[in-house]
Every structure is written in structure tokens, then in C-alpha cells.
């Protein structure tokens, strides 16, 4: 996952001065967690599909009417705020958009009866920063350093945090920025433990997940790697494997799909980790590895992979992926790997037929015993089903929320949207892409244009400010090109080292930050003393 260089100036836009704490979030936290995995609509937990859609409005021409909960939506819990008078602010996503606009909006200055309550919704406990989870393959970095939990994060600041899954979206806004003058309601969010939020404001920060679909056998057969649970499961997976194969002369072999930033941090990673013992081999449609990353970052990154002897397979595509028993069992004599016929069944290993994507390439198999997936994403707003209602979210095609400059969702002047939520194009007409570092350059502008819109404010526009990209290549590597200095690649040790200031300043809080920093210096401390008496021990022995 590619993050960017940090500059100084940007450290002025990180939350400062937590107010107070309340403690409405830890009574809610409570709630069942048996909800589904994505987001849905209508009455039945079962169903797939959702539409994000308003009630009807007023006759053309004459006043709208009132916003009115249903007659269903009565009978549902209602989610108490602190405050009947001051703004409510309801936050659907705990990622990198959706915690640093609650905390932006906290850090503030805020006349007393403006000062609004933030509700902060995510479906996990914990803020997950994505960037590092390969050092947690590396145990480099401990789970409690880049996955906090939100209730430690947000217990000096007055955001409330409710663990809990989206099912339904009810906007009212479509009647204008202040609705009717009895009225500021600007809708209501219905969550599926049956909780009913009704709010001023809207931040949809609800991120994205790995698109394993669109391939035969993915779904079932492949790792995705975007998640925390995603990253605990291969290590255990890659654990699994290590001791099975501990001493024996069969290698462990791990085939990563796609090499975009992070399927070359994850081949970059994971052979470092089986060394001798394993084998990875990395495919990707294009002709290179991360095709739009800086020169220098791809150089650096194709240097590691290839000391590493990890295989690149440039120019393929997967056509499907099966396990080596289905294979053998629907007697398909065909699939070979390294000249020689797949000799016995093994349920957990996988077989993945290549097509070439270019001309001059064959056809052919691979055998794996692991398969990670790291193409392609989805948003969790998921595509709007045919409805009567006239006014709905408008999405593009991948089902991302289109906003305005500002990150308001047109026609909807009370919901925000941002990162892998949001579609979003800078002046040249781009679409902004779903990285770590748009969603948290956007975070502050959102929370600005909260205060802003709340205080009756001009908004300001969006900026994106691209300040370099930087990738890790393992325990000790890494490749680093910030946009300041064109040519400049900062690699190796070094690199390493600056990623990992980079990273610790952009961590959520300031108690974090002083706590991480702490273990990371002693962790660091311990291994120059490790590596000193090594170099001692061999001088020693060698004399």
C-alpha cells in the first residue's frame, strides 16, 4: 500500500486540544456483533442489496413537508445524543477518512452552542493503519502499535464510538441546506443491530474491500491482504506452512496476484520471511510492477525482488484458480509445474491457469500452496437498486458517492463523502485514486468544511497535494520518493528509517504516537545490541 512523504507543513493539520470524554459510546459498544459483511437494505438481514434513498419530496411549487420518521422507523431504538440543541454529526467508517474528520472536528475551536457531537460507526473495534500491516508478517511491528482500539483512541476527546454495521441510509437534505426552519434533521442511518441514528450532518467514510469475484476460484481459494483480519489470517497460514515443511526439501510456494504497490510489498515481505524455505512468485497483467509508481521506487523495488529470487510473471492474467485435488479428481492430465505431473493429492494446494496477456507468451500452470489476491477493490456503498424514490445518492460506476469539489455529495448538501467512498476529480479531471494518502489529506478539508458549514461559512475546495509515494520492501528496506525532489529516491536502511518516522507522525493521536515511538525505540535498541555482540562474536571467533 502506497503512503506518501510527509512534509512539515502538513503537521499543523493534526489534531490538537481533546475537549472532554463522554461516555455514551462504551454503553452502545455493547451491542450484538453478529452482523453481515456488507452493507444492505429492506428488512431482512439476508438481503444483498441496498438503496440509499429519501422519502418523497413536497409538490412542485409549494413548501416541502417535514421530514417524518416511518411508521417502522418509530418503532425502532433510537440512538439518545448528549445534546437535544447542538449539531449532530454521524461519521459511518473508522478508517483513515472517517477518524481523522472526527479528530479534525474535535481539535477545532467552536463556539459553545456550535461545538457539535460526533457519533463515529465502524463495524471493527479497532483503527487499522493500513500501510504497516506487512510489518506485521515481519513481527517487526506489534498488533497494539497499528491497530488501537478506538475507545483508547477517542477517551480523551468528546467523539463517541459505536461498533456496529450500516444498513439502510435515509437522507432528508434533498430539501434544501436548512430544510424547513422546525426542522434540521438532516436524516437518519439505520444500523443493522436495528439501532436508529438520526443526524445533522453525514461523513461516509466506509472505505472499501477486496474484489475477489471477477476470477473462478478466488473467492474460495485466494487471500485477500487489505484487512487486519486479512493480514492475522496469512500469518497463520504462512505459520501453518513453515512448521508442516519445517525440514523438509519441499519449498513453500506462495503466488501473489498483481503487482501494483502492494502486491510487490507483499512478495517483497513474505520472501524475506522464507528465505530459502520458500518460493514466491508474483503475477500481473502489465508488462512491469507497479506501473505508475516513480522510477526510482520501481527500480529499488525490482532490485529486492530480484536478490530475493522472487519470480516475476509480467504479461498474465489468472484465468481461474482450483485446488490440486479437483484438479486430479475431474482427470485433467494437463497441469504441470516444472515439467513434472502434479504426483499426489493435496487439498491445500492450489493450481492457477495463466493466459498471456501479450503476444509471444504461453499459456500455463502454477501450483501453490498459498494464493494472495491484491487486484482490484469495491466500495461498501454498494450499487442502487431501481426505486421509486426521486431522490437517491448519485454513484459512478464502481459505486463510489460523486461529490463536489468540496466532498459534499451532490444534491445532497449534508453528507460528506471521502476516500474509497468518494469519486472525486482533481483540476486535470483525474479521478482521485483510493490511497491512504487522498483520504487523509481529505479528512481535514471535511472536517473544516463541517465547521464551516455549521458556523454558515464559505467551504473550500479540495486540493490534493501529492507528496511522494514510499513502499516497504522488508524488515530493513524500503524505497522512498517524495515529490519535492525530483530524481530522489531514498532506499535501503535509510528509507526504511524514514518510512517509519513518516508513519509514526501520522499516527491518529498524540498519546499513540509517544507510545509507539517509545516501542519502536526500545525494539530498536534491543537490535543494535543484538547485531553488536553478533559482529563481536564472529570478530572473536575468527581471531
Known amino acids: ?98 477518524l481523522y474528520t472526527a479528530l479534525r472536528l474535535e481539535s477545532l475551536l467552536w463556539p459553545e452552542d456550535k461545538k457539535p457531537q460526533v457519533l463515529l460507526v465502524d463495524q471493527s473495534e479497532r483503527f487499522v493503519f493500513k500501510p504497516m500491516l506487512y510489518e506485521l508478517l515481519t513481527g517487526e511491528v506489534d498488533e497494539w502499535e497499528i491497530a488501537p482500539r478506538f475507545s483508547e483512541l477517542l477517551a480523551n476527546t468528546g467523539v463517541e464510538f459505536l461498533q456496529d454495521r450500516v444498513k439502510l441510509l435515509h437522507p432528508f437534505d434533498h430539501w434544501g441546506m436548512n430544510g424547513h426552519k422546525q426542522s434540521s434533521c438532516g436524516g437518519t442511518v439505520l444500523l443493522e443491530s436495528g439501532l436508529l441514528i438520526e443526524y445533522d450532518w453525514l461523513v461516509l467514510a466506509l472505505g472499501a474491500e477486496a474484489k475477489l469475484d471477477v476470477v473462478p476460484g478466488a473467492l474460495e481459494f485466494a487471500l485477500p491482504f487489505s484487512t487486519l483480519e486479512d493480514a492475522c489470517r496469512v500469518d497463520e497460514k504462512l505459520k501453518t506452512l513453515e512448521r508442516t515443511k519445517f525440514g523438509k526439501d519441499s519449498f513453500i510456494r506462495v503466488a501473489v496476484v498483481g503487482c501494483g504497490y502492494s502486491g510487490v510489498e507483499l512478495a517483497a515481505t513474505i520472501s524475506e520471511r522464507l528465505q530459502d524455505r520458500g518460493i514466491v512468485q508474483a503475477i500481473n497483467v502489465e508488462s512491469t510492477i507497479c506501473p505508475t509508481a516513480p522510477t526510482g521506487n520501481r527500480e529499488a523495488a525490482l532490485k529486492v525482488l530480484s536478490s530475493r529470487q522472487v519470480q516475476l510473471l509480467l504479461g498474465y492474467f489468472v484465468r481461474c484458480i482450483q ?54 477493490s469495491k466500495p461498501l456503498l454498494p450499487a442502487l437498486e431501481p426505486c421509486d424514490k426521486p431522490h437517491e445518492l448519485p454513484l459512478n460506476a464502481r459505486g463510489q458517492a460523486e461529490t463536489d469539489e468540496t466532498l459534499r455529495v451532490k444534491g445532497h448538501p449534508r453528507i460528506f463523502a471521502l476516500g474509497d467512498s468518494a469519486s472525486l476529480r482533481d483540476s486535470t479531471g483525474k479521478l482521485l485514486p483510493a490511497t491512504a494518502q487522498v483520504a487523509f489529506q481529505q479528512a481535514d478539508f471535511a472536517g473544516w468544511n463541517l465547521w464551516a458549514a455549521i458556523n454558515h461559512r464559505p467551504l473550500l475546495p479540495f486540493r490534493f497535494q501529492n507528496l511522494g509515494e514510499m513502499m516497504t520492501l522488508g524488515r530493513n528496506d524500503a524505497a522512498i520518493s517524495p515529490s519535492f525532489a525530483d530524481g530522489l529516491t531514498l532506499e535501503g536502511p535509510i528509507g526504511h528509517a524514514a518510512r517509519k518516522l513518516a508513519y509514526l507522525i501520522r499516527l491518529p493521536t498524540e498519546e499513540h504516537r509517544f507510545k509507539v515511538g517509545l516501542s519502536w525505540f526500545a525494539k530498536s535498541a534491543v537490535d543494535s545490541v543484538a547485531l553488536l555482540q553478533s559482529t563481536l562474536t564472529k570478530v572473536l571467533s575468527g581471531t
Not at 328 to 337: C, K, L, P, Q, Y
Not at 346 to 368: F, M
Request: net charge positive.
Open 323 to 376: 485446488r490440486v485435488s479437483d484438479v486430479e479428481a475431474s482427470g485433467d492430465a494437463t497441469v504441470i509445474r516444472e515439467g513434472k505431473d502434479i504426483a499426489k493429492h493435496n487439498s491445500e494446494k492450489y493450481v492457477l491457469e495463466l493466459q498471456p496477456a501479450e503476444k509471444g507468451l504461453e499459456s500455463q500452470n502454477l501450483e501453490a500452496d498459498l494464493v494472495l489476491w491484491t487486484v482490484g
Open 1 to 98: 500500500m502506497a503512503f506518501v512523504a510527509y512534509s512539515a507543513s502538513t503537521t499543523a493539520l493534526l489534531p490538537f486540544n481533546r475537549i472532554f470524554s463522554g461516555g455514551m459510546g462504551k454503553k452502545w459498544n455493547r451491542l450484538s456483533p453478529g452482523y453481515s459483511a456488507r452493507l444492505r437494505a429492506g428488512p431482512s438481514a439476508l438481503s444483498r442489496t441496498s438503496s440509499f434513498s429519501s422519502a418523497a419530496a413536497g409538490k412542485a411549487g409549494g413548501a416541502p413537508p417535514l421530514p417524518q420518521l416511518s411508521e417502522a422507523e418509530k418503532t425502532l431504538p433510537i440512538y439518545t445524543w448528549p445534546h437535544k440543541k447542538k449539531p449532530r454529526v454521524c461519521i459511518l467508517g473508522g478508517g483513515f477518512g472517517g
